[in-house]
Nanobody, 128 residues
């Protein structure tokens, strides 16, 4: 079992920035950030292949150009740099990871069922 721990959430004004961190207790495969806003379903934000140094990244359309996902495979960590934050980015942000060595077709990068481990989440609140 792999444990994931998120940090870095908080409250900012619109236009501000936050950086989320996710620490995994062991090596994992692809890692991703998801978010869930009040009364909404959980949705993918970004994903990166954490098992190699230059992992391919994917982003939801709503965050392209504003958020950047990165990883440090030596430290088993993933990051989400969030710039130009908007009130609609307010949500609980979850880190997720696949079991090391398990892979799926690239088209499944946003599918929650392909991620085996989940963190407890960190709150991000953006005020207008």
């Amino acid at each position: 079992q792999v444990e994931l721990a998120e940090s870095g959430g908080g409250s900012v004004q619109a236009g501000g920035s936050l950086r989320l961190s996710c620490t995994a207790s062991r090596s994992t495969g692809r890692m991703a950030w998801f978010r869930q806003a009040p009364s909404k379903e959980r949705e993918v934000v970004a994903s990166i292949n954490a098992s190699i140094r230059t992992g391919r990244t994917y982003y939801a359309d709503s965050v392209k150009g504003r958020f950047t996902i990165s990883q440090d495979s030596d430290k088993n960590m993933a990051y989400l740099q969030m710039n130009s934050l908007k009130p609609e980015d307010t949500a609980i942000y979850y880190c997720a990871a696949r079991r090391f060595g398990v892979s799926y077709e690239e088209r499944y990068w946003r599918e929650q069922w392909t991620y085996h481990y989940w963190g407890q989440g960190t709150q991000v609140t953006v005020s207008a």
